[in-house]
T-cell receptor
Framework: DTGVSQDPRHKITKRGQNVTFRCDPI?????LYWYRQTLGQGPEFLTY????????KSRLLSDRFSAERPKGSFSTLEIQRTEQGDSAMYLC???????????FGPGTRLLVL | DQQVKQNSPSLSVQEGRISILNCDYT??????FLWYKKYPAEGPTFLIS?????DKNEDGRFTVFLNKSAKHLSLHIVPSQPGDSAVYFC???????????FGQGTTLQVKP
């Protein structure tokens, strides 16, 4: 399967802990996106990379959130000092630059207790 | 502000009939529109897209219509099948950016 993969699929953590999620995009895609989805809402854009450059960050991405794509392949999203409001599905997507269709991974469901 | 709106939270249709899902947007800078289907505990699956230079795109049972003057798009599924039961999201992309702006979703139930 050469689709977008995310790890872990589920994460339960206690408030105040740090968590890190990984995303592996479709291999030939140079753009990688992070979204967050809460119950009853559509996905909300967080940030995206073209190759290793982070080109845009949403104001939703507070100082506790950081994303990296060091070699232009996989990406990590870290949340520091988690809060209960961070509980959500974190989705990763990838695409080719200049092509609007984004392909999503299965998501990582985070629960902060 | 909600730039992409799906005003119907749910829709129920009989198997074999047409399903019509609607989406409205406010930003005239949007130039690419997509529909995704989502099952619980899975990521969205791409269905069909349309560029703002077109008013219709068809792929098998799925057709998307775009009315730029009304800032409205719709997804038609004909004939509807029970396996189509899922949450459907419309999304729009502003020109020269990478991000997608999603609507709130419409839950489609196709009854056998």
């Amino acid at each position: 399967d050469t689709g977008v993969s995310q790890d872990p699929r589920h994460k339960i953590t206690k408030r105040g802990q740090n968590v890190t999620f990984r995303c592996d995009p479709i291999s030939e895609h140079n753009r990688l996106y992070w979204y967050r989805q809460t119950l009853g809402q559509g996905p909300e854009f967080l940030t995206y990379f073209q190759n290793e450059a982070q080109l845009e960050k949403s104001r939703l991405l507070s100082d506790r959130f950081s994303a990296e794509r060091p070699k232009g392949s996989f990406s990590t999203l870290e949340i520091q000092r988690t809060e209960q409001g961070d509980s959500a599905m974190y989705l990763c997507a990838s695409s080719l630059a200049g092509h609007g269709t984004q392909y999503f991974g299965p998501g990582t469901r985070l629960l902060v207790l | 502000d909600q730039q992409v709106k799906q005003n119907s939270p749910s829709l129920s249709v009989q198997e074999g009939r047409i399903s019509i899902l609607n989406c409205d947007y406010t930003n005239s800078m949007f130039d690419y529109f997509l529909w995704y289907k989502k099952y619980p505990a899975e990521g969205p699956t791409f269905l069909i897209s349309i560029s703002s230079i077109k008013d219709k795109n068809e792929d098998g049972r799925f057709t998307v219509f775009l009315n730029k003057s009304a800032k409205h798009l719709s997804l038609h599924i004909v004939p509807s099948q029970p396996g189509d039961s899922a949450v459907y999201f419309c999304a729009a992309s502003p020109s020269n950016t990478g991000k997608l702006i999603f609507g709130q979703g419409t839950t489609l139930q196709v009854k056998p």
